[in-house]
């Protein structure tokens, strides 16, 4: 594992700032895209020009170095790097995601992480695949995590898991990477180079102060936001969490937009070499994915909105920030969809990157906390005065 320091100086940053430093980025990102998928993970020149950037620190607080910018710094700063390569993109928004989800940790378990290693990167798994018993001090963790997007960068990971008993709620454990094993798993069709591969852990102790309760960490009651008090410190997991994975999502949509529309005013029908942009339907389907796409933007900056006014989460305000950004994966995928089938037998080529886009958006969509009928039963339920589905787990 490459071990990742900051090249280049410290200097305060912005939201726009960092906007703009992603989109720096991005040209020589997207010409790694095709190296990164045939390696099935991100070059290490990628996540280095990241953290260089400083973009690794934009969620972190302030106290630790960080530059504690609003969620918007996130989620505009990911979509830039989507647009050029999405799963870049995708790696990118979690690898930023998670100096925040420490950030509700102990304070203890954030110094053993930042206190020599400000810039350390730190991967995920909250698919509870392992199991803990309790042990004099903490806990002894074994499970085998799937998903665990651009591990092969990471220092540290966090992983969720049940209880041996299955007696009581899960945990979520941090983890150095030498505690886990990174299987190479990631054979895949979309999101190749965001490197998921699976970890195994056999028997690892993890300290007491390694760990926090899901339950608690999604509803945002962790132990560090009594640590960082600003206000995004105190956003539930459970309402936020997805909005990293929509930007990417968006990101990707509009970089294939781009491209299509691009490469549609210079071509030419075989047979007749006609200018494929002068006809109506292809005009009208230009308008129909612009469309769709401005609809998914303004669906998730409403719920941005909703979510940085703060306050108690009710479960109006849960079901709709849930239902708006579902709707806004569901709107990128009608999208990629008009693309691609109004591209042509040429966008089949491997070196066509629009079907790398159409691959890459799928892939993303799929995502359990992208999943339009779970979200969309639970608003409708609430909208019709019926309580909320028991088995439903994101439920508020």
Not at 16 to 33: D, S, Y
Not at 186 to 212: C, D, I, M, Q, Y
Not at 354 to 365: N, S, T
């Amino acid at each position: 594992m490459t071990i990742y320091e900051r090249t280049t100086p410290m200097s305060d940053l912005t939201h726009e700032e960092a906007v703009v430093r992603a989109r720096g980025l991005a040209p020589a990102i997207r010409e790694r895209a095709a190296t990164a998928e045939a390696q099935r993970r991100q070059p290490e020149a990628t996540i280095q020009a990241i953290v260089d950037a400083g973009l690794v620190r934009l969620l972190m607080p302030r106290r630790w170095g960080g530059y504690e910018l609003p969620l918007d710094a996130l989620v505009n700063s990911a979509i830039e790097i989507a647009r050029a390569d999405a799963s870049a993109g995708w790696c990118y928004a979690f690898l930023v995601a998670h100096p925040w989800v420490l950030a509700h940790f102990s304070d203890e378990a954030q110094r053993d992480v930042w206190t020599h290693r400000p810039d350390a990167l730190i991967a995920t798994s909250f698919a509870p695949a392992g199991h803990f018993t309790s042990v004099e001090g903490g806990y002894r963790l074994s499970g085998n995590w799937p998903w665990s997007s651009g591990v092969d960068h990471c220092a540290w990971n966090m992983l969720a898991g049940l209880p041996e008993s299955m007696d009581g709620p899960p945990r979520i454990f941090l983890l150095p990477s030498s505690d886990y094993e990174i299987l190479d798993t990631w054979f895949v069709a979309g999101l190749s180079a965001s490197g998921s591969k699976n970890v195994e852990v056999k028997e690892a102790f993890v300290p007491e102060h390694r760990t926090v309760l899901l339950p608690d960490l999604v509803r945002g009651q962790a132990p560090g936001a009594v640590l960082n008090t600003g206000p995004l410190y105190n956003l539930p997991l459970l309402a936020t969490f997805p909005v990293f994975l929509a930007a990417p999502l968006l990101g990707a949509t509009l970089g294939a937009y781009e491209t299509w529309r691009d490469t549609s005013r210079n071509r030419y029908t075989r047979m007749s070499h006609e200018l494929v942009a002068a006809f109506s339907h292809q005009q009208i389907r230009l308008a129909e994915i612009a469309a769709e796409i401005a609809a998914a933007q303004s669906l998730l900056h409403e719920t941005l909105d909703i979510i940085r006014t703060g306050g108690p989460l009710t479960p109006d305000r849960y079901n709709r920030v849930r239902l708006y950004y579902v709707a806004c994966a569901r709107f990128c995928i009608q999208a990629i969809e008009r693309l691609y089938t109004n591209s042509g037998g040429s966008a089949n080529y491997e070196t066509n990157s629009l079907q790398r886009y159409w691959r890459d958006v799928h892939a993303m969509a799929a995502h359990i906390g992208l999943n339009f009928d779970a979200a969309g039963e639970a608003f409708g339920r609430a909208e019709l005065g019926l309580p909320s589905n028991p088995h439903d787990p994101f439920a508020l």
